[in-house]
C-alpha cells in the first residue's frame, strides 16, 4: 500500500509564542515562510488468523519518506542574539516494523482469558542544520513493547485485565540551536476490573499508572551554539503524576 499525507501547519508555528518551559528562553521566535511537511507512506503487512478462532498474529513493515520535513531552524539575526524556529529542513526517512498478537488460552483450556503482545523496532535519518550531523528525527523513540490480558467470567459477570507498555530509552531527543535535550520514562502500567450487578448497572474501576512511573529530561545547555560544543550546563528533571483511579456506574436508572 502507498499513500500520502501532508501534516496541517499550526499557527502557533507562524507567530512568536511566550516560551514557558524555559526560564533561560524569554520566546520562541515564529516563521512565516514555513511550509507543510508531507511524505509517502510504503506500507507492508502480513496476518495470519490461528484456526478456531484462537487469535491472530500480524507484522507491519513500512517506510516513511518525508519531504519538506518541520523542525526547528536558525532563524538568528545576530550572534549575541540566538533564535530558532519551527522551518523546513529538508527530506529524511524513517522504517518501522512492528509485530503484535492476540491469542485466548483455550489450548490451556482457558478460552475466556486473552493475552495480548505487541512490540516494535524504530529508526530514522536526517541531517540536522545546527550540528550538520546525520541525525533520527527529533522526539521519535527507538521502539517499545507492551503485554496484556484480559480474563473474562460471564457466569460472574464480571471482566478484569492489566496493559504493560515500556519504551526504549536513549531515542527521544530534541535538537536545538543552543541546547539538546533527551527523555525517557518508566514502564506505563493500566489496569481495570468492571462488574454489572444489581440488574444492569455496570461498575468499573480504572487505575492509570499504577506503578506511578515517570518522565526525565536531560538537557544539555552550551555557551553560544551547541555546534561550537562548550557546554555550560546539563539540567535534569524528573516528574510523575502518581498513579489515578476512577469508579464509573453506567446504566438505566
Known amino acids: 500500500m502507498v499513500e500520502k499525507f501532508v501534516r496541517q501547519l499550526s ?14 528562553s524569554n520566546t520562541q521566535a515564529g516563521n512565516v515562510n514555513l511550509s507543510p511537511e508531507y511524505w509517502w507512506n ?3 503487512l502480513a496476518e495470519y488468523r490461528l484456526p478456531n478462532d484462537a487469535g491472530v498474529l500480524s507484522a507491519n513493515l513500512y517506510k516513511h519518506a518525508h519531504r519538506d520535513k518541520n523542525e526547528r531552524i536558525d532563524v538568528s539575526t545576530s550572534e549575541d542574539d540566538l533564535r530558532s524556529a519551527v ?3 529538508g527530506n529524511g526517512d524513517m522504517w518501522v516494523f512492528e509485530v503484535k498478537s492476540s491469542i485466548r488460552l ?3 483450556n482457558l478460552p475466556n482469558v486473552l493475552v495480548t503482545t505487541r512490540a516494535n523496532v ?6 540536522d542544520p545546527f550540528l550538520g550531523i ?8 527507538r521502539g517499545s513493547f507492551g503485554f496484556g490480558f484480559r480474563h473474562d467470567i460471564p457466569e460472574w459477570r464480571l471482566n478484569y485485565g492489566v496493559n504493560w507498555m515500556n519504551r526504549f530509552d536513549g531515542g527521544i531527543k530534541r535538537y536545538d540551536i543552543d541546547d539538546i535535550e533527551s527523555t525517557s ?3 506505563f502500567t493500566m489496569a481495570f476490573v468492571e462488574v454489572i450487578a444489581f440488574g444492569d448497572i455496570t461498575f468499573r474501576l480504572d487505575g ?6 515517570q518522565m526525565c529530561r536531560q538537557r544539555q545547555r552550551y555557551v553560544g551554539r551547541a555546534s561550537a560544543g562548550i557546554l555550560e550546563e546539563i539540567e535534569y528533571m524528573c516528574s510523575g503524576s502518581g498513579a489515578v483511579y476512577s469508579l464509573k456506574v453506567s446504566g438505566r436508572f
Open 11 to 24: 499557527f502557533a508555528d507562524f507567530v512568536a509564542a511566550t516560551e514557558n518551559e524555559d526560564t533561560d
Open 42 to 44: 510504503y506500507n507492508l
Open 87 to 89: 522551518g523546513n529542513i
Open 106 to 108: 483455550g489450548m490451556l
Open 122 to 127: 524504530k529508526d530514522s535519518k536526517i541531517k
Open 134 to 141: 546525520e541525525r533520527r528525527f527529533s522526539n521519535f523513540d
Open 185 to 187: 520514562g518508566d514502564p
Open 208 to 213: 492509570r499508572n499504577v506503578t506511578e512511573g
